[in-house]
T-cell receptor, first 112, second 112 residues
Framework: GAGVSQSPSNKVTEKGKDVELRCDPI?????LYWYRQSLGQGLEFLIY????????KSGLPSDRFSAERTGGSVSTLTIQRTQQEDSAVYLC??????????FGPGTRLTVL | AQSVTQLGSHVSVSEGALVLLRCNYS??????LFWYVQYPNQGLQLLLK??????LVKGINGFEAEFKKSETSFHLTKPSAHMSDAAEYFC??????????FGAGTTVTVRA
């Protein structure tokens, strides 16, 4: 497709379980971003990948969060030992020129 | 560092009336400025952006915004509201790096 895609669209998990969220960016976009949108915190930057450079992980809230990007394309955000405060919508975006970020539909994560 | 302030978390307008959403930013370098719209259960969609050049920027769906450096503002307007404009709107700023800093969002409701 032409846009950013994310899977799954919804994920319900139990506290303490690990989850993986997937993002497929727009073809040809070298930059990829993860954001978190929650009621209490609004939209927060999590992590940024640009080409083969080391990612900027400065927004990750704890060491339970990690992300990788394979082959400069697909990215996976992993949350280990999920907590209830991790419940949020996780948005992925990719960009080309002028940092115009195109967002995917998000994954709604609910931790019970 | 940059930050964004959106005045008014909720705005209610009558169909056909002017829509005005206020955004003020702070940035230590010339900013890139963006407005995004989010419909329920969807990701963010770019409405318009300012990078350089003309300070009045026209976007999709009849929206426009004007960059006023002296006022550090980037207010979003639409002359005549339509029911389909009901959504949440986010102003965002980026400097010469890559992170978007978002405002808290403004929810627009349109009264028939």
């Amino acid at each position: 497709g032409a846009g950013v895609s994310q899977s799954p669209s919804n994920k319900v998990t139990e506290k303490g379980k690990d989850v993986e969220l997937r993002c497929d960016p727009i073809s040809g976009h070298t930059a990829l971003y993860w954001y978190r949108q929650s009621l209490g915190q609004g939209l927060e930057f999590l992590i940024y990948f640009q080409g083969n450079s080391a990612p900027d992980k400065s927004g990750l809230p704890s060491d339970r969060f990690s992300a990788e990007r394979t082959g400069g394309s697909v990215s996976t955000l992993t949350i280990q030992r999920t907590q209830q405060e991790d419940s949020a919508v996780y948005l992925c975006a990719s960009s080309g020129e002028y940092n115009e970020q195109f967002f995917g539909p998000g994954t709604r994560l609910t931790v019970l | 560092a940059q930050s964004v302030t959106q005045l008014g978390s909720h705005v209610s307008v009558s169909e056909g009336a002017l829509v005005l959403l206020r955004c003020n930013y702070s940035s230590s370098v010339p900013p890139y400025l963006f407005w995004y719209v989010q419909y329920p259960n969807q990701g963010l969609q770019l409405l318009l952006k300012y990078t350089t050049g003309a300070t009045l920027v026209k976007g999709i769906n009849g929206f426009e915004a004007e960059f006023k450096k002296s006022e550090t503002s980037f207010h979003l307007t639409k002359p005549s509201a339509h029911m389909s404009d009901a959504a949440e709107y986010f102003c965002a700023v980026s400097s010469n790096d890559y992170k978007l800093s978002f405002g808290a969002g403004t929810t627009v409701t349109v009264r028939a």
